[in-house]
């Protein structure tokens, strides 16, 4: 597993590590019960604080996503197809959000970036 820490980003670290995570999960590269690495291993290997990629784990567990063994390590958990269904939503969201943001910084009427969205719906 492979993550990019961005410190130019506004974006805490920890959720950069959180949203990375949730990727790879949702694209397949992480599957139920795949172990993740150890917080020491991955503080290390990011040269971030531990307390950071505690906060990522333990962000991952509170939603759902992994679950900790104590002594054994942090696990994928049990795929939830709803979740991450409505993860992705979110995640559509977000990007359909900054497309209208965008359109209107370029001058775009909220009704031609309308039409556009369902120019695109229908082909």
Known sequence: MRLIINTSLM???YEQIV???KGHIRNGE???N????SV??????LKISALTVKKAYDTL???GFTVTVHGKGTYVAATNTELLLEEQKKELEQDLEQAILKGRRC????EEI???FELILEG
Do not use: A, F, M, W
């Open 11 to 13: 974006v805490p670290i």
């Open 19 to 21: 949203d990375q995570i």
């Open 30 to 32: 992480l599957n139920e």
């Open 34 to 37: 795949d172990p993740l690495p």
């Open 40 to 45: 020491r291993t991955l503080s290390k290997e």
């Open 61 to 63: 567990e509170s939603e």
């Open 107 to 110: 001058g775009i009427s909220d």
């Open 114 to 116: 309308k039409s556009l």
